[in-house]
């Protein structure tokens, strides 16, 4: 299946584009990434995804995918060469989505309250949320991995796409609060995973350096700030 037909529209510090990218990696797809500045939204990100707008998108040839976890999908469905993405084994298959789901929906959707708590028992509340979610993870991993480097065995796999990809989001979660979430004490398989995961080389020219990302957090708390006065 020809590849010189793909583009991926997104932003370099979206997680859910990184995750589409290290699928792509994972594939050896060539791909052409067209940014996005989302203000405005370009013409061809609104006629690609008219019902939700967002990024990312996937085009191949003329066809668009939307939603980074349903495009993962695609990728390993649509080329079947080179390592699986999802697992053979239906039940293993399933508890792969199954934990996808609880990261995106339940997991992942904690941080943003924690930007916006106020109040230190609030806050105290959501970290330790957080970190009783990577036990549960932990434990995940424990057990689709068996004993191998990633939750997909031998190589990355769609779980490790969809947890991996909020790692540099997590680092920056870390320096903002002060506080150690991820740690070789706590949760010392996933500790390793991550790891060996940042450092693959389907991963890590992908996902942002944590200093950048703060950059970006910064920029838009400013904006907030200023829009602050006008809104009252």
């Known amino acids: 299946m020809a590849t010189s037909d ?3 529209l997104g932003t370099p510090a979206s997680p859910f584009v990184n ?6 990696n994972v594939k050896s797809i060539n791909y052409e990434f067209i940014e996005e500045n989302l203000n405005p939204k370009s013409e061809l990100l609104l006629k690609s995804n008219p019902v ?3 990024i990312p998108v996937l085009i191949h040839g003329d066809k668009p995918i939307c939603e980074s976890l349903v495009i993962v999908r695609y990728i390993a469905e649509a080329w079947t060469n ?4 999802l697992p053979s084994d239906p039940y293993e298959s399933a508890n792969a989505v199954f ?3 609880y990261i995106d929906d ?3 959707p904690l941080f943003k309250e924690l930007r916006m708590a106020q109040g230190e028992a609030v806050k105290a509340s959501l970290v330790e949320r957080i970190g009783e979610g990577l036990v549960l993870l932990e434990e995940a991993f424990v057990k689709c991995a068996k004993g191998k480097a ?3 065995g031998d190589s990355i796999g769609y779980l490790d796409m969809a947890l991996g990809c909020y790692l540099g989001w997590l680092k920056v979660l870390e320096i903002m609060i002060e506080v150690k979430l991820l740690t070789e004490t706590k949760t010392p398989e996933l500790f390793g995973w991550s790891e060996r995961f940042c450092a693959n080389d389907a991963v890590k020219d992908v996902l942002p350096e944590p200093e ?3 950059e970006i957090v910064k920029m838009h708390q400013a904006k907030a700030k200023a829009a602050a006065p006008a809104a009252n």
């Open 6 to 8: 793909v583009k991926l």
């Open 19 to 24: 995750r589409v990218q290290i699928a792509l």
């Open 52 to 54: 939700l707008k967002k």
């Open 82 to 85: 080179g390592p699986s993405i």
């Open 99 to 101: 934990w996808a789901a």
């Open 106 to 108: 339940k997991w992942f």
């Open 150 to 152: 990633f939750f997909g």
């Open 212 to 214: 950048k990302l703060i």
